[in-house]
């Protein structure tokens, strides 16, 4: 049947909009790196960058052929079984822009278990986990929570507890489960040489450039409004009984829920730091403006402008008592991404199924259709069943991701190719393993390739 000249526009519009969004999000991913390069130390930041560029390009081949069926293919609620490399792809449900943006979703998780295990992994290493990440494993987190077929999808036909999880843009989906690969990564490999004295005592291993931090931060903020409000996917969508209200709509509150959440968080991180460490910390205010982003993208969809500002304030505080614990516990994660993308990921879900508002709920996954009843809130009298979608949400990627991630890291290392030697971690991945330094070495003394690298480690022998 062919589509009206009306039915035309409304879908050009809304294609337009998606891809503009998914643009966006890929735009994150030179934030990733801008932040992955300031966070690091100068000898190893064209490894970073590196493993920036193939967790792109990684990622993309393993979701193109993979991973993509796996999340959206509608054949069962845990694991989709068509549409491999595309095939049968434009269809009635989902397009090339739909692709390219959960594509642009896909490659984000990987950086962020980049970000983990920096300073200190083989090139080969990431290559295997980007690939297995990025095509499998993430995927189908993915399909359980954002497949109408999956057996968590607030979009079932079926909704777990009367509800399903909302997760809308992926506090879970993508931040948790970034993070918990990270984390089985950083603990399989071990800190960092020099990260902790004889006596376990913390050795600050500061990065080098604050300016590539900063500008990485702002970069993502402004990919952030892809991430999350292009979740929407359509623009065009109206509300009935409403007057001028639409996703349009519920697209500008989503925007500015984002921006006061990692507002919010950023200023108390700001001063929280300060009264911790006695001084104003531009790369802690940057981490704390991230994990409230990241705690927002939950529920930005269903709630308030004011509960944003409460999501924010407890954001922070969470990232910085993880970071406390994890130097407790002799935990080394370079980016704390760890603690930024889980801990924060985890409190945005439990933070929907607190604050999720009835209305909004009904705007997003009814389109505003007139009559429905959905759970919402726990605190605002919506009842539990949300909640417990949520808690199951959390407690379902931590295992799904440990029992494939974890044995996956473990492999690697009993194989020897997940840590570099330690004299090359001294050295400096960039000389030992690249063929050079990122920035030209200034000292004469320095090696200034890798020949003169290898001839020195000869000279010492």
Not at 381 to 387: F, T
Not at 401 to 411: C, L, R
Not at 414 to 422: A, D, E, F, V
Not at 434 to 457: I, T, V
Request: glycine residues 12%; proline residues 3%.
């Amino acid at each position: 049947m062919e589509a009206s000249w009306e039915e035309s526009v409304t879908y050009s519009i809304n294609t337009i909009y998606l891809l503009f969004s998914a643009y966006l999000v890929f735009v994150m991913q030179i934030g990733f790196a801008m932040i992955c390069a300031g966070s690091v130390r100068a000898k190893n930041a064209m490894n970073i960058m590196l493993t920036n560029v193939v967790d792109a390009v990684v990622g993309s081949i393993s979701f193109y052929l993979f991973g993509f069926a796996f999340a959206y293919g509608n054949s069962n609620p845990f694991i989709g079984t068509d549409l491999f490399a595309l095939v049968n792809i434009p269809n009635v449900t989902y397009d090339y822009a739909f692709f390219l943006y959960q594509w642009a979703f896909a490659i984000a998780v990987a950086g962020i278990t980049s970000g983990s295990i920096a300073e200190r992994t083989q090139f080969s290493a990431y290559l295997v986990f980007s690939f297995f990440l990025s095509g499998f494993v993430y995927p189908i987190a993915a399909h359980w929570v954002w497949s109408p077929s999956g057996w968590l999808s607030p979009f079932s036909t079926n909704l777990f507890l009367s509800s399903g999880a909302i997760d809308f843009a992926g506090s879970g989906v993508v931040h948790l489960v970034g993070a918990i690969a990270g984390l089985w990564g950083s603990i399989i490999e071990g800190p960092r040489a020099g990260r902790f004295d004889a006596f376990g005592k913390p050795v600050p291993l500061r990065g080098h450039n604050a300016t590539l931090v900063v500008l990485g931060t702002f970069l993502l903020w402004f990919g952030w409004f892809g991430f999350n409000p292009g979740s929407f996917d359509k623009i065009v969508v109206s509300y009935p009984g409403t007057t001028y209200q639409g996703n349009w709509t519920s697209i500008g509150r989503t925007a500015v829920v984002t921006t006061l959440a990692g507002s919010t968080a950023g200023i108390v991180t700001l001063f929280g730091r300060r009264l911790l460490i006695g001084h104003w910390d531009a790369m802690d205010v940057c981490n704390g403006l991230l994990g409230g982003l990241v705690a927002i993208t939950s529920g930005c969809s269903v709630v308030e402008p004011w509960a944003a500002i409460l999501c924010g304030f407890v954001a922070a505080w969470v990232l910085i008592g993880l970071n406390i614990v994890a130097l407790k516990m002799n935990y080394d994660d370079p980016l704390e991404a760890a603690q930024l993308h889980g801990g924060c990921g985890t409190w945005g879900l439990l933070f929907t199924g607190l604050f999720a508002k009835q209305e909004f709920v009904i705007q997003t996954y009814n389109s505003g259709e007139l009559g429905v009843s959905r759970p919402y809130g726990l605190l605002l009298g919506g009842g539990w069943e949300l909640i417990g979608a949520q808690v199951v949400e959390i407690l379902v990627i931590f295992a799904w991701v440990s029992v494939t991630m974890g044995p996956m890291f473990y492999g690697l290392h009993k194989l020897n190719i997940l840590r570099i030697s330690i004299d090359d971690e001294v050295a400096g991945l960039d000389i030992s393993r690249h063929g050079g330094y990122a920035y030209a070495p200034h000292e004469d003394n320095f090696p200034q390739s890798y020949a003169d690298y290898m001839r020195l480690r000869e000279d010492q022998s």
